[in-house]
Nanobody, 122 residues
Framework: QVQLVESGGELVQAGGSLRLSCAAS????????MGWFRRAPGKEREFVAA????????SYADSVKGRFTVDRDNRRNTVYLQMNSLKPEDTAVYYCAANALGRWNSDSYRYWGQGTQVTVSS
């Protein structure tokens, strides 16, 4: 049974930092492209970042480049999203996704977590 469990979301002030985690199980983690997406209130879900199975390749949305970093620990089957210089517009539910079936920045992932709420106050 595949499980993706996100954690780390909370209320933070603008300019602050958070580190999200996604613990994975039930599939071959170290060959799976992992992605982070978010859905802000009233908006469509959007791509945030993705990382290859080895961790050597990453991709970011323009809106988070230079502020967010995605990385992974294949020994712990966990992918992370380090978020710095947070802005109120980063407020959203953040989702972890696994096994991209198409482009990394599309929502073609096979598995999805339940999400974790990040709220950035101004």
């Amino acid at each position: 049974q595949v499980q993706l469990v996100e954690s780390g979301g909370e209320l933070v002030q603008a300019g602050g930092s958070l580190r999200l985690s996604c613990a994975a199980s039930g599939f071959t983690f170290d060959i799976s492209i992992m992605g982070w997406f978010r859905r802000a209130p009233g908006k469509e879900r959007e791509f945030v970042a993705a990382i290859s199975g080895s961790g050597y390749s990453t991709s970011y949305a323009d809106s988070v480049k230079g502020r967010f970093t995605v990385d992974r620990d294949n020994r712990r089957n966990t992918v992370y999203l380090q978020m710095n210089s947070l802005k109120p517009e980063d407020t959203a539910v953040y989702y972890c996704a696994a096994n991209a079936l198409g482009r990394w920045n599309s929502d073609s992932y096979r598995y999805w977590g339940q999400g974790t709420q990040v709220t950035v106050s101004s």
